[in-house]
């Protein structure tokens, strides 16, 4: 496996690779890698001659400097973690090297910037966007791989590859979850004991919701849920929410379309956590 | 010297020296320490039996994710100057022992920070206000020692320590310049070469005003200091103002009152910079 830091470096070797007709997969990361990430970088070398793995915590998708500085930050647990996985290249460039200056690219994402993770994160998705652009511009993959975990943020990188006809192919992963339920994630491990205990109850409460689907009053399952999620101290809730896959715009109906998912992000303490399920 | 990172040690070091009727002078710093931090330094190790110092980057007074991001972080060498300038207590705590939790307070600084930086940087100085009264708590010291470089931030300590009664003596030391002028920063070393020589022009118009305070309409020499700065590449002026040193509000007249003060903020490229000089 090999690791660069330097943009001119890593192209450099991916139009080498690229030269010699070999197929290359690519997983954007933060680092703090998971069985999550893991999965993503499993399915890339089943279906790619390369794997090129990026770590990069990228300051401008934050909405909170706390947030930020506190992001954990493994590279040497996660260089070895991708090792294993048969990962080929592992990008991991500074933040000098990501943005030597200020960021100007705005992109316009109609209403899935306006809708849940949108409405409560200003500039979250623009920020992500920027990012994963250049990243694309960078190692130059056939195709791209992203977790469900993020479903809005999937959504935004279909519609950014569409809008800047990006010739990479984007492939959605299912959520990769603790034995609890528990949908793995990097900031998991900011939760304190009595949090981690409680965290499953979004899983939970997803598959009741998933449970009742078709079944029972919308506005009834969401107040259900909303109740058994609220009973636990330390919960805020963001939102919960059964939506329309296709657009993210909130349903009444059950017949309105087949393609149903549920959304539940809220605070633990001072996590926050998201999560969602087809229902 | 002595370098603590958790808030209950530093504090049961510092109690026991207080019931020994020891004096405690502090400097509170983000590292990157040059010249004008060790000044403060000096001044506290002749006014006080022992020199407490913190080196803590505050995430929570940033404006920009990527500029907190890219903000030195010096810790060996800092703590090798520390030594060799006679400090005898380092505080050097993680983001998590400072802001376990949200950050709730919040300061009300009327004019001051709606003027120059306030105006500029929403929510700055009561992010400076949050980390210097926390810093204070911990370390509880007689007296604490503060540049003149960033002046209003100066005035922001004065005003916090008068609103909230807390038992410091803040102490506003001169401006540490560079043999060329320019104000000693720790944002200075990310110049290129080329902007670190267009740099000291920022002290050269200060002077400048200086020279023709009282002489000259003030509008005059604003347009005048403004031309001077903006002819140099890369550098777009944030303000340059003429100032009642008590209030920091413009002046008109030269004969307002006797406590005057230029201020200049600008960037030089991607770096922003600050100085200022009594008229």
Same mark, same amino acid.
């Given at each position: 496996?090999?690791?660069?830091?330097?943009?001119?470096?890593?192209?450099?070797?991916?139009?080498?690779?690229?030269?010699?007709?070999?197929?290359?997969?690519?997983?954007?990361?933060?680092?703090?890698?998971?069985?999550?990430?893991?999965?993503?970088?499993?399915?890339?070398?089943?279906? @790619? @001659?390369?794997?090129?793995?990026?770590?990069? %915590?990228?300051?401008?998708?934050?909405? @909170?400097?706390?947030?930020?500085?506190?992001?954990?930050?493994?590279?040497?647990?996660?260089?070895?973690?991708?090792d294993k996985a048969n990962c080929d290249i592992v990008f991991a460039p500074?933040?000098?090297?990501?943005?030597?200056?200020?960021?100007?690219?705005?992109?316009?994402?109609?209403?899935?910037?306006?809708?849940?993770?949108?409405?409560?994160?200003?500039?979250?998705?623009?920020?992500?966007?920027?990012?994963?652009?250049?990243?694309?511009? $960078?190692?130059?993959?056939?195709?791209?791989?992203?977790?469900?975990?993020?479903?809005?943020?999937?959504?935004?990188?279909?519609?950014?590859?569409?809008?800047?006809?990006?010739?990479?192919?984007? $492939?959605?992963?299912?959520?990769?979850?603790?034995?609890?339920?528990?949908?793995?994630?990097?900031? @998991?491990? *900011?939760?304190?004991?009595?949090? *981690?205990?409680?965290?499953?109850?979004?899983?939970?409460?997803?598959?009741?919701?998933?449970?009742?689907?078709?079944?029972?009053?919308?506005?009834?399952?969401?107040?259900?849920?909303?109740?058994?999620?609220?009973?636990?101290p330390g919960v805020k809730i963001d939102y919960i929410q059964i939506v329309?896959?296709?657009?993210? %715009?909130?349903?009444?109906?059950?017949d309105e379309t087949d393609n149903i998912r549920a959304f539940v992000a809220?605070?633990?303490?001072?996590?926050?956590?998201?999560?969602?399920?087809?229902?």
């Amino acid at each position: 496996m090999e690791i660069y830091s330097r943009i001119r470096d890593i192209q450099a070797k991916v139009r080498e690779l690229k030269a010699e007709g070999l197929s290359i997969g690519y997983v954007p990361t933060m680092g703090a890698l998971h069985e999550g990430h893991i999965s993503l970088l499993r399915r890339s070398d089943e279906e @790619n @001659n390369i794997s090129v793995c990026s770590i990069f %915590v990228n300051p401008i998708q934050f909405n @909170n400097q706390i947030d930020l500085e506190k992001y954990p930050r493994t590279l040497k647990e996660d260089s070895e973690k991708l090792d294993k996985a048969n990962c080929d290249i592992v990008f991991a460039p500074s933040v000098d090297e990501m943005y030597p200056d200020k960021v100007s690219e705005s992109y316009d994402f109609g209403l899935l910037e306006k809708l849940m993770e949108g409405a409560l994160r200003p500039g979250h998705f623009n920020g992500v966007a920027v990012v994963v652009k250049r990243l694309f511009d $960078i190692c130059m993959p056939d195709k791209a791989y992203f977790g469900e975990k993020d479903f809005q943020q999937l959504m935004v990188i279909r519609a950014l590859v569409k809008q800047e006809n990006i010739p990479v192919k984007i $492939i959605g992963c299912p959520i990769i979850r603790e034995p609890d339920g528990l949908a793995m994630s990097s900031r @998991n491990v *900011r939760l304190t004991p009595g949090e *981690r205990r409680i965290a499953p109850e979004i899983f939970k409460t997803l598959d009741m919701m998933k449970e009742k689907a078709g079944k029972k009053n919308i506005k009834e399952i969401l107040t259900e849920a909303e109740n058994q999620l609220e009973q636990h101290p330390g919960v805020k809730i963001d939102y919960i929410q059964i939506v329309d896959e296709s657009t993210l %715009v909130p349903i009444t109906n059950w017949d309105e379309t087949d393609n149903i998912r549920a959304f539940v992000a809220l605070f633990l303490g001072e996590v926050r956590l998201i999560d969602n399920m087809k229902l």
